[in-house]
């Protein structure tokens, strides 16, 4: 009786952390190049400038999931569009506003849903490692409200720019009239964390274990 072995399994290669870097880099690179208010910016890519380095510091002794690493750089791509040209004169938003004849130019938008859904992975995997909420049922709404926690602080130094820089301030704010404009961003980066939750919690459970099997 001849036995059949099965086909070995092939392991999908994970994405080296030093590529989603780079690619953060170079996006942030190029974002400087020509932009419309060079003080717009530096306060849109302000995190990128202190989150990447602080990512690559620690990463020997608190490495990151693929996941996690591949959803920063997007932010990342997000984030240096955004300081170019500022929120509200992305031409993608334009093209969007036009073809659906929207009143706004909705990128700002866009970009308070990613403000949610990124971090909701970051402080998921913050938690689920360094706390005892692995697997708990608090998990998921202490992940929602630390979102919106930070959301909302991110509107207070919105706040703060206004104050400071006057009129200048408006192309940060990317406001673009809208006196609700507060409230719909951080309602924005609400849906987007229970969406990152929702799709995504099952992949960075396998991820989170494969990262401590390599450990």
């Known amino acids: 009786m001849t036995t059949v072995r099965s086909a070995p399994r092939t392991v999908p290669r994970r994405i080296p952390p030093l590529l989603f ?4 880099v170079l996006g942030l690179a190029v974002s400087a190049i020509g932009v419309r208010d060079r003080t717009t910016w530096f306060l849109e890519t302000f995190w990128v400038l202190i989150g990447l380095p602080l ?10 999931t693929g996941l996690l690493c591949g959803l920063l750089a997007a932010h990342a791509l997000v984030l240096a569009a955004g ?7 992305v031409p993608a938003g334009d093209w969007v506003r036009d073809t659906f004849h929207l009143s706004r130019n909705p990128y700002d938008r866009f970009g ?3 403000q949610g859904f ?15 909420l692995r697997g708990s049922r608090w998990l998921a709404p202490l992940t929602v409200c630390a979102c ?15 104050e400071i820089g006057g009129h200048g301030a408006d192309a940060f704010l990317a406001t673009q009239g809208d006196v609700w404009d507060t409230q719909w961003d951080m309602f924005c980066a609400l849906i987007g964390a229970v969406l990152s939750l929702l799709l995504l919690s099952r ?6 274990a494969a990262l401590e099997a390599r450990r």
Request: glycine share 4%; hydrophobic share 55%; charged share 15%.
């Open 21 to 24: 870097a780079g690619v953060a």
């Open 55 to 64: 990512v690559l510091l620690t990463w020997r002794r608190f490495p990151l």
């Open 83 to 89: 300081g170019h040209y500022t929120y509200a004169e």
């Open 112 to 114: 308070h849903l990613m």
């Open 118 to 132: 990124v971090p909701a992975i970051l402080v998921r995997e913050l938690l689920s490692r360094t706390s005892p």
């Open 148 to 162: 919106l926690a930070f959301s909302a602080c991110f509107e207070l130094l919105e706040w703060a720019a206004a």
């Open 203 to 208: 992949v960075h459970d396998r991820q989170l």
